[in-house]
């Protein structure tokens, strides 16, 4: 798994575990404070760019009128990984 990947993973497991802890609506700014308290400090613009690369792989929504983020039920990580590298290696 590269770098990029494993950082994808990472900010995706942050997010599924706010989530479970009741927090339906996500701006990057939860999750920067997850992973500080996590012992594992991102910026915020890392952060944010790893929204964008959920929300392409189809994991994430955003709603534009609020600026929040969720979490799209019944996706797997693993499988949109693996879809989206599919897509890539097949055009």
Not at 33 to 48: G, I, K, N, T
Not at 57 to 69: E, F, N, Q, S, Y
Request: glycine fraction near 6%; charged fraction near 25%.
């Amino acid at each position: 798994m590269n770098e990029t990947l494993r950082l994808t993973k990472a900010i995706y497991g942050a997010i599924c575990r706010v989530v479970a802890d009741g927090n339906d609506s996500l701006r990057p700014g939860d999750i920067v404070a997850y992973m500080r308290d996590e012992d594992r400090p991102l910026d915020s613009w890392e952060v944010r760019g790893q929204f964008s690369r959920l929300e392409n792989l189809g994991l994430l929504k955003i709603d534009a009128a609020t600026a929040v983020w969720q979490l799209v039920d019944g996706v797997d990580f693993d499988a949109a990984t693996t879809q989206s590298n599919n897509s890539t290696h097949s055009s």
